[in-house]
């Protein structure tokens, strides 16, 4: 079983940037797609990022190029760079790994949360 653990969030203003990181316990290298998705209170889990090992990128509507993922694969890491935070931001991260070829981020392993709350 892979842990994924998640920091960095914390309470922030809006237009204040945060930096998330994932460290997982298994390698993120190879044919492992490793993302971020967010829940706010209420709403379902949206995407974010994600990133494969050839470091080909995807993202969700909303980030607008505010946000930027990225992995470090000596370190089992994948980082989220979020700037121009917005109140609509306000949500729990989580970490997601999967294969390639699993188009589901519910059947691949999921980290505890980390909690983003941006003020107004």
């Known amino acids: 079983q892979v842990q994924l653990v998640e920091s960095g969030g914390g309470l922030v203003e809006s237009g204040g940037s945060l930096r998330l990181t994932c460290v997982s316990s298994r390698s993120i290298n190879s044919v492992w797609l490793m993302g971020w998705y967010r829940q706010a209170p209420g709403k379902q889990r949206e995407l974010v990022a994600t990133?494969?090992?050839?470091?080909?990128?995807n993202y969700g509507d909303f980030v607008k190029g505010r946000f930027a993922i990225s992995r470090d694969g000596a370190k089992n890491t994948v980082y989220l760079q979020m700037t121009n935070l917005r109140p609509e931001d306000t949500a729990v991260y989580y970490c997601n790994r999967r294969p390639l070829w699993v188009g589901a981020p519910g059947e691949g392993d999921w980290g505890q949360g980390t909690q983003v709350t941006v003020s107004s």
């Open positions: 990133i494969t090992s050839g470091e080909m990128t």
